[in-house]
């Protein structure tokens, strides 16, 4: 075939006729998006929340490549190591796109042999997924990291990352949420128990996980079909499973004659209880479920593990319920370092991200059905003339505003009319206007203009900057 497309290809240029007219196929690559001016202004409202709650937690930011080495990244996400982009060897160094920010955090630890920081990264990663994009899943996308490295006492830095996540998804009102937590500890325990053979945790694990989108019949004959468990360890796998609550659900577990047995599982559930505790004296636990399904596919996470999904159908005018699933997840990482560290020295980690593109679809839908007006620039004032030959003063005066630090723009056109220039502040959401004529000039004043309310009043030109910052501080 392909010996005949090239004579085909041959006979074609042969012919010739087309040169010139290449058509190109306009769009973006498979899993990735543009973003307008208008998805941006909604994006920066998000980020923005999300900053100031990690900075409110005293946080330091960093950044890394977007690729790194290949072999940096190979064998830390079990199951989903697939999902790795690697790029074209070039004759140089083998590279892959980043798939998270944790491990490439790891990595910085280790190289720079740091034990201890708070810190957050927000950025671009990259899978070979297969997108879902109405539901916010995409090849290309951002993640918003938060993370505490260092030896302390346990579950302090753990209780923290989940304050945070509750802080963020009540601060955006995206709705009703739920945090799921368990721990790893107590999951291989219950695996143990359970007669799951060591060898099969992790890939039993991985089927765990998907209980938030299967039911457990399914889960059930995946674990015995596909992954060899034999039929009664799955279904006592199924009756711990389905359990959740609070500590009440801790309390009686440290009873259960199998599970107190096993020293792992009696380590997470003595860990569990006192992260309720400081849950308690956070005033969070309203939100918190303590839930043996949560397993978290990732291979790296050692200890508490925990998500945040969304509760009830998005909006009244939609008739599909946006059902986005996990906004948020993270957990405890303690092994992650010393992976990478010549010595093999442990640093602990706890950090959870935030799964930004599922909020900002949400977000997105809920603007879209409600109609609001989103401004897309910043701009405090429209820098205006009434009259025509004032093109020099209007770049005077908006010199001095933007010298001043206001946000000011000015039509590109010798002699506007007034009406555009006034229309052009509707549509765009100016709130002010700055009007010069000749008669202002000579009393050396400015007319300021309210566009909502058309009510006009002269300023003197030295208390302009100072008039207008008044009018458009937020309040």
Not at 14 to 24: I, M, P, R, S, T
Not at 227 to 236: F, I, N, T, V, Y
Not at 312 to 333: L, T
């Amino acid at each position: 075939i392909a010996k005949e497309v090239a004579k085909l290809l041959e006979m074609k240029a042969q012919l010739g006729g087309d040169e010139g007219k290449h058509k190109f196929v306009l769009k973006t690559p498979k899993g990735t998006r543009d973003y307008s001016p208008k998805q941006m202004a909604i994006r920066e409202r998000v980020f923005n929340a999300i900053i100031a709650c990690f900075k409110r937690h005293g946080a330091e930011v960093i950044d890394t490549p977007v690729f790194e080495l290949k072999e940096t990244l190979t064998g830390k996400y079990g199951e989903d190591s697939k999902l790795i982009y690697d790029l074209k060897d070039q004759g140089g160094e083998l590279l892959s796109l980043r798939y998270d920010l944790t491990v490439p955090f790891a990595r910085y630890l280790a190289m720079n042999k740091i034990t201890n920081i708070k810190r957050y990264h927000i950025a671009k990663v990259y899978r070979r997924d297969n997108p879902a994009m109405t539901r916010g899943r995409y090849r290309e996308f951002y993640q918003c990291d938060f993370d505490i490295a260092g030896q302390f006492d346990p579950m302090i830095p753990d209780a923290e990352c989940l304050k945070i996540v509750h802080e963020i998804l009540s601060d955006l009102q995206l709705g009703d949420f739920l945090i799921k937590v368990n721990d790893r500890r107590i999951l291989d325990g219950m695996f143990a128990v359970c007669g799951v053979p060591d060898s099969k945790f992790r890939t039993i694990c991985s089927s765990v996980d998907k209980l938030d989108k299967m039911p457990w019949e399914e889960v059930r004959s995946e674990m015995v079909g596909e992954k060899g468990l034999s039929p009664e360890a799955a279904d006592h796998i199924g009756e711990y499973v389905q359990l959740h609550g609070g500590l009440d659900l801790i309390e009686q577990l440290l009873q259960d004659p199998k599970l107190s047995q096993n020293k792992l599982a009696k380590e997470g559930l003595g860990d569990m209880k006192l992260l309720f505790e400081y849950l308690t004296l956070f005033g969070i636990t309203g939100k918190i479920s303590f839930d043996l399904s949560l397993a978290r596919g990732l291979d790296y996470y050692t200890g508490v593990i925990f998500e945040a999904v969304l509760l009830q159908p998005e909006n009244d005018h939609v008739e599909e319920p946006v059902s986005v699933g996990s906004v948020a997840g993270g957990g405890r990482y303690d092994g992650l370092v010393g992976m990478f560290d010549p010595k093999g020295r442990k640093v602990p980690c706890v950090g959870v991200s935030i799964g930004i593109e599922r909020i900002f679809s949400i977000l997105e839908q809920r603007v879209e059905a409600s109609e609001e007006k989103i401004r897309t620039t910043e701009t405090q004032v429209l820098v205006a003339s009434a009259q025509k030959k004032l093109l020099e003063e209007r770049l005077k005066l908006i010199s001095e505003l933007w010298n001043a630090g206001i946000k000011a723009e000015v039509l590109y056109k010798k002699n506007p009319k007034l009406l555009n220039q006034l229309q052009y502040c509707e549509d765009t959401g100016i709130p002010l206007v700055a009007i010069v004529g000749e008669q202002e000039l000579k009393d050396g004043v400015v007319k300021l203009r309210v566009v909502a309310t058309r009510e006009e009043v002269n300023i003197r030109r030295e208390s302009l900057v100072e008039e207008i910052r008044m009018r458009t501080s937020r309040p």
